[in-house]
């Protein structure tokens, strides 16, 4: 018999993700999101919510600059296209390098501070990028433009291993296997896997551990005579890192990188998608940016119309005011529910949907399954 | 020198903005330990408050005239204003002096958003963590901002100043200086003003009646006060409501120099909370002197030569100095002991 221990649940754990990751365009044709431009995006912002949760989660630093390092690597991205070659290895690998080593950069300063002087440092420097990204950083980021590909591109490295010149422009490959429809998505998919396993093994790592205790008491763990700024400066460089890959897979799947991936409302979605699915949960942040993904493609293709065909059913009058109050939530009004939906959660779920999810859990489970009857105060404490 | 002087002068408008928040934030952080999140979008609120009375005040009545025709041969269309209808000139006059007028509404629309918003969600609040704090104020503010968004637009509403104080003064000629050297628009001047003006009363008010004297011990120990029978939870929601009365005031005055749009909030949010860092945490004077430093500042460093020097240091200039004084002295130029160290 298989020993229900924390090893093994990983390994249940690990399996389960790997196999709806897998099938996910079984899972998700359903609800209509079984299609490889969505699919993308759940594994996409998956990634960099993941990596969010690794800072935010473990740790408690809540920052407000994740976007930064996202625009980083999408530029890394798109320049590695432009310069080298079109395959996706050295664009991932030289986006996550370059995230990482902005976020040791700003991180080095930023984390000299906690609370919220972090926060608003964090925010600070998200806003300095972006506002450099748009103005004086133009020769290398194309301004409002933004990055693209272009016919004349060196791409040396396709140069020199004889790849043939196409008419129009190229697409992105894996070693030949053009990264559009369905291949995409597997391949964000796998990324999206081993990225969840090396967040699985943070979790569980006596590193992770000693970010939960910079959590839980940051004074007490120096008062014990560490150190803790190198393991949070590591915490927010491998979150970092996981930014910058996120942003990769962004240029990967679409190459083109602009400053409004950088912009505050951007950091905010991160932030948003961690908390909705359950921050410091393992499973949480990649639910949390599926559920959000999946809802703004769902109400951003909201209108008028639709509307009034969804609430016909209604007497006129009434159909009408449903339709303009619902109006505001969609299609434009995306970012309403966003805020509505941040404050909800943040209100009345602060776990987010995991604890959700776990008190169903358990009343259902206690519902099933009826206590025996306390006979006094203290068997029933014990039972607890 | 007169460079020098045009400098301070236009730093010294746009530092009225951030004073002028970066007081309210401070405000309401050391009486509730809220950081808000949502007082940009309050500021936003304000200025919103000028443009919807311009839209009232501008209500016009559309009557075709057969007698004079257009290009295309159709009756004229004649607008007039209904106000100018009822009061005459009186009624342009209301027009012209829409913004100024509109603080008149602000005042108590704000004092009102800031008791509901502090009654109703931030009292919620206090117990919790900083970074829920900070992440219930923030979905605040994108609520607002897409509410008014979605209400009035995208797009800036342009606010013109009354007739009056449209013009420009030559204040390089007031003090000895070269004709047209030092030309600075009336307006604004009359922004710095009001920004005195406000942050002076605010000061005052706490420092020289009952209420703010409650209300600065309340800050200085809150429990204390709490079991003097005194009710500081209530003094401190109308706290709250000052703080959003000064924000929206300086929102409803700045319109004319800046066209308020939805995003305008979390614009200036950004800059005010560098700016409270700046002067420290719980410091109202701190957060006063950091806004006008900051704010002149960041207009030399828009200045063209230092531009071409070192170059994008207008879009960063603030951060940088943030960065210095957080690396140097982590408490803020005049942080209280013990406030927010961590």
């Known amino acids: 018999m298989i020993k229900f221990n924390v090893k093994n649940k990983d390994h249940i754990l690990l399996i389960g993700f790997i196999i709806v990751v897998a099938l996910a365009p079984v899972i998700f044709a359903p609800i209509g999101a079984g299609y490889p431009d969505l699919l993308q995006k759940f594994a996409i912002f998956g990634i960099f919510a993941i990596g969010f949760n690794i800072l935010f989660g473990l740790t408690g630093y809540l920052s407000f600059g994740h976007a930064a390092f996202l625009g980083v690597g999408s530029y890394t991205a798109v320049w590695t296209f432009k310069l080298l070659t079109m395959n996706v290895i050295p664009a991932l690998i030289l986006s996550t390098l370059f995230a990482g080593l902005f976020a040791l950069v700003i991180g080095f300063i930023v984390l000299r501070r906690s609370g919220i002087y972090f926060s608003i440092l964090t925010l600070a420097f998200a806003q300095m990028s972006y506002n450099l990204a748009y103005s004086v950083l133009t020769p290398i980021t194309n301004g409002e433009t933004g990055l693209q590909l272009a016919l004349h591109d060196a791409r040396v490295l396709d140069g020199v291993f004889g790849v043939t010149r196409g008419e129009g422009l190229p697409s992105t490959t894996l070693f030949g296997m053009a990264m559009s429809g369905w291949s995409g998505y597997y391949f964000c998919g796998v990324v999206l896997i081993i990225m969840f396993y090396i967040s699985l093994r943070i979790f569980r790592s006596p590193f992770g551990m000693m970010l939960r205790a910079v959590k839980s008491n940051q004074n007490r763990m120096s008062y014990t005579g560490l150190n803790t700024r190198p393991y949070t400066l590591a915490a927010f460089v491998i979150s970092g890192m996981y930014a910058g890959l996120a942003g990769g897979l962004m240029a990967i799947t679409d190459p083109l990188a602009g400053a409004e991936r950088m912009q505050w409302t951007a950091s905010g979605e991160v932030v948003l998608m961690t908390i909705l699915g359950g921050t410091g949960t393992l499973l949480g942040p990649v639910i949390g940016a599926g559920v959000i993904k999946y809802f703004e493609n769902i109400f951003s293709s909201f209108n008028e119309g639709i509307l009034m065909d969804a609430f016909s059913f209604l007497p006129e009058m009434l159909q009408h005011a449903v339709v303009s109050i619902t109006g505001l939530f969609v299609g434009e009004g995306w970012h309403l529910t966003l805020g509505a939906l941040f404050m909800v959660i943040v209100i009345f779920l602060p776990g987010g949907l995991m604890e959700g999810i776990a008190r169903i859990g358990n009343v259902t489970r206690r519902w099933l399954k009826p206590k025996p009857v306390a006979t006094t105060e203290a068997d029933a404490a014990a039972s607890e | ?342």
């Not at chain 2, 005010?272 to 004077?285: A, E």
Request: include cysteine; charged fraction near 10%; charge should be negative.
């Open chain 2, 1 to 342: 020198m007169d460079a020098f002087l045009l400098q301070v002068l236009n730093g010294l408008d746009k530092g009225g903005a951030y004073a002028l928040i970066a007081l309210g934030l401070t405000l309401v952080f050391g009486t509730l330990g809220v950081v808000n999140f949502a007082h940009g979008a309050l500021f936003m609120l304000g200025s919103f408050c000028a443009v919807t009375l311009q839209s009232l005040l501008t209500l016009e009545r559309v009557v075709l005239d057969p007698e004079r025709l257009t290009a295309w041969g159709t009756p004229m269309e004649i607008r007039t204003p209904y106000i100018v209808d009822w009061f005459g000139d009186f009624g342009m006059t209301l027009i012209d002096w829409s913004v100024p007028l509109a603080i008149l509404i602000a005042i108590p629309i704000m004092l009102l958003l800031g008791v509901i918003m502090e009654r109703g969600l931030i009292r919620h609040f206090y117990k919790r963590l900083h970074a829920d704090q900070i992440l219930v104020t923030f979905g605040l503010a994108i609520v607002l901002q897409e509410i008014v968004k979605s209400q009035f637009g995208a797009n800036p509403i342009p606010q013109p100043a009354p007739a009056m104080f449209a013009g420009s003064a030559d204040i390089g000629l007031m003090l000895g200086f070269a004709e047209n050297a030092v030309v600075y628009p009336w307006w604004r001047i009359i922004y710095l003003m009001f920004s005195g003006v406000v942050i002076a009363s605010v000061f005052a008010f706490l420092q020289f009646t009952t209420f703010g004297m409650v209300v600065r011990a309340g800050m200085a120990d809150r429990e204390t006060v709490g079991l003097l029978g005194i009710d500081i939870d209530r003094r401190f929601t109308i706290v709250f409501g000052l703080a959003a009365v000064v924000a929206g005031l300086a929102g409803v005055m700045y319109t004319p120099i800046l066209s308020p749009d939805y995003h305008m909030g979390m614009d200036f949010l950004v800059l005010s909370f560098v700016v409270v860092v700046v002067g420290g945490m719980g410091s109202l004077g701190g957060a006063v002197a950091a806004g006008f430093l900051l704010g002149i500042l960041q207009s030399f460093a828009s200045m063209n030569e230092v531009n071409s020097l070192i170059p994008g240091i207008d879009q960063v200039v603030i951060y940088l100095i943030a960065v210095v004084v957080l690396l140097i002295r982590p408490r803020g130029l005049f942080g209280r002991e013990g406030v927010m160290e961590n």
